[in-house]
């Protein structure tokens, strides 16, 4: 059982670059998340889906777009990477709204 | 703005000791206190949870203490481990959901 599959594992871009963070659970899981983590900040909300067919932002969604392309698969975008952006980044998913988060094991992004 | 304020930064304790993680939010319409442990390399996973209708949780050596008058919360783990060795973030929703605030984490080292 893989749980929350995210890929790729690390990524180096260069400013202005443009790239997709793919997202997959296999828990037949209802909602999912994005998460950045940053030093010192813990992890602040980028985007969510509470369901299949809809998206909402989350706290820190300037920058990002995302597509809940089927119940399974919920990817994050990048059209324009900035520096801002170097962090690990998380996917995570959850059955209903009151159940725990199951997180991936995240991806590592730099962007130079 | 930072809602759910955790200390201290980093904790080093002996194996067998108390360590105790503090957080205190700001919005009183958070009604969901989760806390999650991270290892190297991995999401962060649940570890316990409590919601403010009770003062005290306790799942096997880890206790979570509520205080809702004075807005705080805090993670205790009794006889600690090296396998303990984690950071631990404590979080915070509204209306009992996963749209988390997190804390800025704790790094926990339990030495032999």
């Known amino acids: 059982n893989a749980g929350v599959t995210q890929t790729p594992k690390f990524q180096v871009l260069k400013t202005g670059q443009s790239m997709t963070l793919q997202c997959a659970q296999d828990?037949?899981?209802?909602?999912m998340y994005w998460y950045r983590q940053d030093p010192g900040m813990g992890l602040r909300l980028i985007y969510y889906s509470a369901s299949e067919g809809t998206t909402d932002k989350g706290e820190v969604p300037n920058g990002y777009n995302v597509s809940r392309l089927n119940k399974r698969e919920f990817s994050l975008r990048l059209e324009s990477a900035a520096p801002s952006q170097t962090s690990v980044y998380f996917c995570a998913s959850t059955l209903d709204w009151n159940s725990p988060l199951h997180f991936g094991n995240g991806t590592r992004l730099t962007v130079t | 703005q930072q809602q759910v304020k955790q200390s201290p930064q980093s904790l080093i304790v002996q194996k067998g000791g108390i360590p105790i993680i503090n957080c205190a939010y700001e919005n009183t319409a958070f009604d969901y206190f989760p806390w999650y442990q991270q290892f190297p390399g991995k999401g962060p996973a649940l570890l316990i949870a409590?919601?403010?209708?009770?003062s005290e949780k306790k799942e096997g050596r880890f206790t979570i203490s509520f205080n809702k008058s004075a807005k705080q919360f805090s993670l205790h783990i009794m006889d600690s481990q090296p396998g303990d060795s984690a950071t631990y973030f404590c979080a915070a929703s509204k209306g009992g959901g996963n749209k988390l605030t997190f804390g800025t984490g704790t790094q926990l080292k339990v030495e032999l």
């Open positions: 409590i919601r403010p209708d009770v």
């Open positions: 828990m037949n899981h209802n909602s």
